[in-house]
């Protein structure tokens, strides 16, 4: 399983204090957003609905515009992320962050204050979407002049045809009213329009068969890597592992190894085949790093840390071209089983690997994920779905969290003897998931 943690500080540059400015804002007749003021967009050619004036603190949208998809619970998630600069002289402390429809702002889809906000003693569930960039959670609400923060949302709705084609974000805040110098006050911007419903979740084969597989690290909350682990490659902010999953298998009894737990070969996962999700075209591969010993996770040695690269952090690994700029990716195969090679045709349901423990990865595991460039650096996740597999049940969060570094224990607490047939979804965070042989 792999952890990306970077830390930086984006500077501003201060607006001088002479160019005093109000803050402005405009609302449509049915906008509840309770912005400072009004002013009229078509001044500055904005968007109905956004905040026109000074704004202390600026948002911008990281990554391109997403759409949902269908959750193993049924319903219809977004998951994308925000960068918050406070441009002002003042300290910046948010209060609160809403999103808005975007065509009726007085909808809102999500609301996150408090510990969603930050909150340094919660380990898991609806908490820290504020991160100290790139992504590790901040200390407090709290942005300083001339920093920035990354702001994780996700949000889920009954149905993909509840989801505006974009919403707005309503930030409150104590922020600078102005440009120069003066203490903090209550203010309210609704800005930064995103399209949200750009297209439709890629339909795709499950990448493996068999039963008691366990969708670990995957979407949507802020507790586990993956949803986390924005970086900065090529220029950008960028996220490829947002929808990504590590896929470990368990025995019948929920155990994810059987004897030696230092030896990659009890691992119920090694070995395992791996499939072609759609046809394609090979883009790239690596096949030459060895296997890693189970239980530690090389970024966190510094003689291993030291060997990573953006070109080896995901081991031994194949990139499909699936087509329409969608690639796939999966990531720390076993040395020596990849079956294909740059440039190679491949079928959906083909055999392409076997699944292994290289690259920053602590024990055998296949990660997989959609993205919409052909490699890690700057690519964008991409929402998919599975065209079939059967729901088991799941994994309680906590239960992984305090595990040890093998995933020593039975993991089959809330395990369903009856397992569900689902169709076009994508198994959420620590599902138990059947896929057919």
Same mark, same amino acid.
């Given at each position: 399983? #792999?952890?990306?943690?970077?830390?930086?500080?984006?500077?501003?540059?201060?607006?001088?204090?002479?160019?005093?400015?109000?803050?402005?804002? =405009?609302?449509?007749?049915?906008?509840?957003? $309770?912005?400072?003021?009004? $002013?009229?967009?078509? *001044?500055?050619?904005?968007?109905?609905?956004?905040?026109?004036?000074?704004?202390?603190?600026?948002?911008?949208?990281?990554?391109?515009?997403?759409? %949902?998809?269908?959750?193993?619970?049924?319903?219809?998630?977004?998951?994308?992320?925000?960068?918050?600069?406070?441009?002002?002289?003042?300290?910046? *402390?948010?209060?609160?962050?809403?999103?808005? &429809?975007?065509?009726?702002?007085?909808?809102?889809?999500?609301?996150?204050?408090?510990?969603?906000?930050? /909150?340094?003693?919660?380990?898991?569930?609806? =908490?820290? #979407?504020?991160?100290?960039? %790139?992504?590790?959670?901040?200390p407090d609400a709290v942005i300083p002049p001339g920093q920035s923060r990354a702001f994780l949302v996700d949000f889920a709705v009954d149905q993909v045809s509840d989801v505006p084609q974009t919403v707005l974000h309503r930030i409150s805040a104590k922020a600078s009213a102005n440009p120069g110098p003066g203490a903090p006050?209550?203010?309210?911007?609704?800005?930064?329009?995103?399209?949200?419903?750009?297209?439709?979740?890629?339909?795709?084969?499950?990448?493996?068969?068999?039963?008691?597989?366990?969708?670990?690290?995957? =979407? =949507? $909350?802020?507790?586990?890597?993956?949803?986390?682990?924005?970086?900065?490659?090529?220029?950008?902010?960028?996220?490829?592992?947002?929808?990504?999953?590590?896929?470990?298998?368990?025995? &019948?009894?929920?155990?994810? +190894?059987?004897?030696?737990?230092?030896?990659?070969?009890?691992?119920?996962? +090694?070995?395992?085949?791996? +499939?072609?999700?759609? /046809?394609?075209?090979?883009?790239?591969?690596?096949?030459?790093?060895?296997?890693?010993?189970?239980?530690?996770?090389?970024?966190?040695?510094?003689?291993?840390?030291?060997?990573?690269?953006?070109?080896?952090?995901?081991?031994?690994?194949?990139?499909?071209?699936?087509?329409?700029?969608?690639?796939?990716? +999966?990531?720390?195969?076993?040395?020596?089983?990849?079956?294909?090679?740059?440039?190679?045709?491949?079928?959906?349901? !083909?055999?392409?690997?076997?699944?292994?423990?290289?690259?920053?990865?602590?024990?055998?595991?296949?990660?997989? !994920?959609?993205m919409n460039g052909p490699d890690l650096a700057g690519s964008d996740g991409l929402p998919y779905v599975f065209d079939t597999f059967d729901y088991a049940g799941y994994v309680d969060p906590a239960a992984i969290r305090v595990a040890d570094d093998f995933l020593t224990g039975d993991y089959f607490a809330h395990h369903s003897?009856?397992?569900?047939?689902?169709?076009?979804?994508?198994?959420?965070?620590?599902?138990?998931?059947?896929?057919?042989?």
């Open positions: 399983m #792999r952890i990306n943690r970077h830390r930086t500080l984006f500077a501003t540059v201060a607006v001088a204090a002479a160019l005093a400015l109000t803050v402005a804002g =405009c609302s449509s007749s049915d906008d509840s957003s $309770g912005d400072n003021s009004a $002013g009229d967009n078509s *001044t500055y050619g904005l968007p109905a609905n956004v905040t026109s004036g000074f704004t202390a603190v600026t948002v911008e949208n990281l990554g391109s515009p997403t759409f %949902p998809f269908v959750g193993s619970d049924g319903r219809a998630h977004v998951a994308y992320a925000l960068q918050l600069t406070n441009a002002g002289l003042a300290p910046a *402390t948010l209060t609160k962050v809403e999103v808005v &429809d975007g065509s009726k702002p007085s909808a809102v889809l999500a609301s996150y204050s408090g510990p969603a906000l930050s /909150d340094p003693k919660c380990e898991t569930g609806e =908490c820290n #979407r504020l991160r100290v960039l %790139p992504s590790t959670p901040a006050v209550d203010v309210t911007y609704t800005v930064a329009p995103k399209e949200v419903a750009a297209g439709t979740a890629r339909v795709i084969s499950p990448p493996l068969r068999g039963t008691n597989w366990l969708a670990q690290n995957g =979407c =949507c $909350g802020t507790d586990f890597p993956h949803v986390t682990s924005l970086a900065p490659l090529s220029g950008a902010l960028s996220n490829s592992q947002r929808f990504a999953i590590d896929w470990m298998r368990t025995d &019948d009894q929920g155990r994810f +190894y059987d004897g030696d737990k230092n030896n990659n070969d009890s691992y119920l996962s +090694y070995g395992e085949n791996i +499939y072609a999700v759609a /046809d394609g075209t090979v883009s790239s591969t690596l096949d030459d790093m060895d296997a890693n010993a189970p239980g530690v996770l090389p970024a966190s040695d510094p003689v291993l840390a030291a060997k990573l690269t953006i070109e080896n952090v995901d081991g031994n690994h194949i990139i499909l071209d699936l087509g329409n700029g969608t690639w796939a990716m +999966y990531a720390h195969l076993q040395k020596g089983s990849l079956q294909v090679k740059a440039g190679d045709k491949v079928k959906k349901g !083909q055999v392409i690997a076997k699944l292994g423990n290289t690259g920053n990865s602590n024990a055998p595991h296949l990660h997989f !994920q959609l003897t009856t397992p569900q047939t689902r169709t076009d979804q994508l198994p959420l965070n620590e599902s138990i998931v059947n896929f057919a042989n």
